[in-house]
């Protein structure tokens, strides 16, 4: 498993989307670094990035992966997740396969539902376009539109810097054998039924159209430390695209299991 670190204190595992790689959460960094004692973890997950494949099948063998990667890599530290897209996925499997280790979790723009039919999404909504924008972006425009909520220079620059180059990175031969089992045997929550009780964060975006918002709100009662929020102006980048409130959501979150622990 490719790793990268950066800090140092309490390990703290961000674990990207699918068809991206780490860098898509790297925009937290700057805030990670400044409030301190946190050991940032950030992964490619199998067919990601620069971590291969291998001989892995499906959605569950990717979280089977991660957390045989995790006893190895971190024996039994404890730690917090949180997961972005498919890697909310992920983390929600962590969380309660490897609960006693795990000191809280957070998903932002997490997949709660597997299958694409069967989630709940808004329609496709842009609150503001900039088509000039667009064309100057060349190739790179046409994916940024595709999840653009509101067009702006600055949103376009973070989509170049955090999204692309995981997209352009990636093996589209294990895309394709993962996204073939995409669904897990079952859902952490309904194989793991008692109440995960540590401090939790899910954040969606109002306008994405990609894993919508009213799923994971569905799981509220399974989570009874969690903060929801659901995100104006923002689609499936929701942490590109409101990174001030994003950044302020993960920090409370992380100041909850701080306190958590005295």
Known sequence: MYVEERGSGTALLLIHGFGVDHRILSNLSPMLDELGGWRQIFIDLPGHGKTPIGDIQGSQGVVNAVEDWIRDYMGGKPFAVIGNSFGGMVARCIAHDMRDQVLGLATVAGVFVNAHERRTLPGTTVLHEDRELIESLGETGEDYAQMAVVQTADHAAAFKKYVMPGIE??????????????????????????????????????????????????????????????????????????????????????ERITAERQ
Do not use: M
């Open 169 to 254: 990175l990636a093996d589209r031969n294990a895309l394709h054998a993962i996204s073939a089992q995409y669904s897990l045997e079952q859902e952490p929550e309904d194989q793991h039924p008692e109440a995960f009780t540590k401090p939790s964060l899910f954040i969606t975006g109002r306008q994405d159209q990609v894993v919508g918002y009213r799923d994971a709100w569905h799981r509220i009662e399974h989570y009874p430390r969690a903060s929801f929020a659901v995100l104006d102006a923002a689609g499936h980048n929701v942490h590109l695209e409101q990174q001030t409130l994003t950044e302020a959501l993960v920090k409370n979150w992380l």
